[in-house]
């Protein structure tokens, strides 16, 4: 077994036993039934979106996310799918068409994904760090969060910064994975007609 397998095999192992000890944690009576909401505000909770707020952020959400969606499902989708039956014929110097797919998929895509989370977020995350305080002080937030302070604000942006992290790290192997892939087919491609 290759030690990314371990890896994640021994994550999911310790994620499955810390579950099963917080059922075996949890008292008889809310083992089954659904979890009550309660709201809690107050001095030690961040201030939260109003109705209206939390309305208006999810119609401009959706505005974006709707005519994207419709493109890729509509548009890149098929276009994708017929592309990648004749992708090795498409030549681009030294890389086809196949040699883009598959590192785009396996190296750009997770990289690009993390680099646009330290974007959106990182500055945020440093600032925790600096802080010392999560959330930040003054930040809204759309459900109740009840502000950390010290070592536990610095474990939240720590858990962040592992993530992006761990996103590059799986561009890189992708890049070696791809590379296997690619040599593993290409004797079986079929031929081209040019």
Same mark, same amino acid.
């Given at each position: 077994?290759?030690? &990314?397998?371990?890896?994640?095999?021994?994550?999911?192992?310790?994620?499955?036993?810390?579950?099963?000890?917080?059922?075996?944690?949890?008292?008889?009576?809310?083992? &089954? %039934?659904?979890?009550?909401?309660? #709201?809690?505000?107050?001095?030690?909770?961040?201030?939260?979106?109003?109705?209206?707020?939390?309305?208006?952020?999810?119609?401009?959400? @959706?505005?974006? +996310?709707?005519?994207?969606?419709?493109?890729?499902?509509?548009?890149?989708?098929?276009?994708?799918?017929?592309?990648?039956?004749?992708?090795?014929?498409?030549?681009?110097?030294?890389?086809? *068409?196949?040699?883009?797919?598959?590192?785009?998929?396996?190296?750009?895509?997770?990289? +690009?994904?993390?680099?646009?989370?330290?974007?959106?977020? *990182?500055?945020?995350?440093? #600032?925790?760090?600096?802080? *010392?305080?999560?959330?930040?002080? %003054?930040?809204?937030?759309?459900?109740?969060? #009840?502000?950390?302070?010290?070592?536990?604000?610095?474990?939240?942006?720590? +858990?962040? &910064?592992?993530?992006?992290?761990? @996103? +590059?790290?799986?561009?890189?192997? *992708?890049? &070696?994975?791809?590379?296997?892939?690619?040599?593993?087919?290409?004797?079986?491609?079929?031929?081209?007609?040019?």
């Amino acid at each position: 077994m290759s030690p &990314f397998v371990i890896f994640i095999c021994s994550a999911a192992f310790i994620a499955v036993a810390i579950a099963l000890v917080a059922f075996i944690n949890t008292p008889d009576e809310h083992k &089954f %039934g659904w979890p009550k909401y309660t #709201k809690r505000t107050g001095p030690g909770y961040a201030p939260e979106y109003t109705a209206k707020e939390k309305r208006r952020q999810l119609l401009r959400a @959706l505005l974006w +996310v709707i005519p994207i969606f419709a493109v890729l499902n509509f548009w890149g989708m098929p276009w994708f799918q017929q592309y990648l039956m004749l992708a090795h014929c498409d030549i681009y110097g030294s890389f086809t *068409g196949f040699h883009l797919v598959l590192y785009g998929l396996f190296v750009f895509a997770p990289v +690009v994904l993390a680099i646009s989370l330290f974007a959106f977020l *990182g500055l945020g995350f440093i #600032k925790v760090i600096q802080v *010392g305080q999560y959330p930040l002080p %003054g930040k809204k937030v759309s459900r109740p969060v #009840k502000y950390v302070y010290g070592w536990r604000a610095r474990l939240v942006a720590a +858990v962040f &910064f592992t993530m992006v992290i761990m @996103l +590059v790290g799986l561009g890189c192997w *992708g890049y &070696f994975a791809a590379n296997e892939f690619i040599s593993a087919t290409e004797p079986g491609w079929p031929a081209c007609s040019n």
